[in-house]
């Protein structure tokens, strides 16, 4: 399937969010701004298929993600919470969800907002090869993944991105793009935050009204420690 040109630029950014961030609001401001996209999506899985099972429910996870984006008022409304997935089979695989979103709304031309994590992760999705056709790709840096070992992961996928290294930009041979972002680095993630939960501590990567969804509902091992 071939992007429409002149369509309305929409990233989707999935995932956990176990709880969400504000490393994940952050990183979708930037990519929002630096890729001029109209929409950004959050899309919560409802069952990761690679990760393990998430410690929050579903609801309580998209609840988090729409307190923090109302929070958050730089969006513009651009940035919304898709609850996609709880409507789809589990586990949730990207490639169902591209294409039940291309079901709705023909018109878009769809990016793949991934963590660098996660495109060493890539040839293991489900469909692979399928859902690199139906997107592009926007690759965000992770302190932990070296950038050489971003052109050695996006090579061995299956449209055969050829780089333009000097951009940071890679063309498929299927017209789609791939780019890496690293103007921007995050070292915060949901586990950490999520262990100092646990040990009563106040994480101060988590927006605050999370935090306090969070406490009122005595999320991850949240307890008083008075
Ligand atoms: P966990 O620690 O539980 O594995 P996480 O912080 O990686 O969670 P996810 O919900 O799994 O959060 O992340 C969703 C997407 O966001 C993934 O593509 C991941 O690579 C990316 N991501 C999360 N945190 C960051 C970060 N700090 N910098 C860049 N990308 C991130």
């Known amino acids: 399937m071939t992007a429409p ?3 309305l630029r929409v990233g989707l950014f999935g995932g956990t969010f176990d ?3 504000q490393g994940h ?4 401001l930037h990519v929002l701004a630096r890729c001029r996209l109209d929409r950004l999506l959050f899309i919560p899985a409802l069952l990761p298929p690679h990760k393990h099972r998430p410690t929050a429910s579903f609801v309580h996870r998209t609840a988090m993600i729409e307190a923090a984006l109302a929070n958050c008022r730089e969006t513009g409304g651009r940035i919304r919470c898709c609850r996609i997935e709880a409507r789809l089979p589990a586990p949730s695989y990207t490639n169902n969800t591209v294409r039940a979103l291309l079901r709705e709304e023909d018109e878009c ?7 660098a ?3 060493l992760d890539l040839p293991h999705w489900h469909r692979i090869d399928e859902l690199l056709h139906l997107v592009d790709l926007i690759v965000v840096k992770r302190e932990t993944i070296e950038a050489a070992a971003i052109d050695r992961a996006l ?3 299956g449209p055969a991105f050829v780089s333009d290294a000097e951009q940071q930009q890679w063309h498929g041979l299927n017209g789609r793009t791939a780019v890496y972002l690293d103007d921007i680095e995050l070292p915060v993630s949901s586990s950490a935050i999520r262990a100092e939960l646990a040990q009563g501590k106040e994480p101060a990567l988590l927006p605050p009204p999370v935090l306090a969804y969070i406490k009122s509902h005595r999320l991850y091992g949240w307890k008083d420690f008075l």
């Open 25 to 28: 609001i952050d990183l979708a």
């Open 5 to 7: 040109d002149a369509a």
């Open 117 to 119: 994590d996660s495109l």
């Open 19 to 21: 709880p969400v961030h």
């Open 109 to 115: 031309r769809y990016s793949l907002i991934i963590g």
């Open 155 to 157: 090579a061995i996928l």
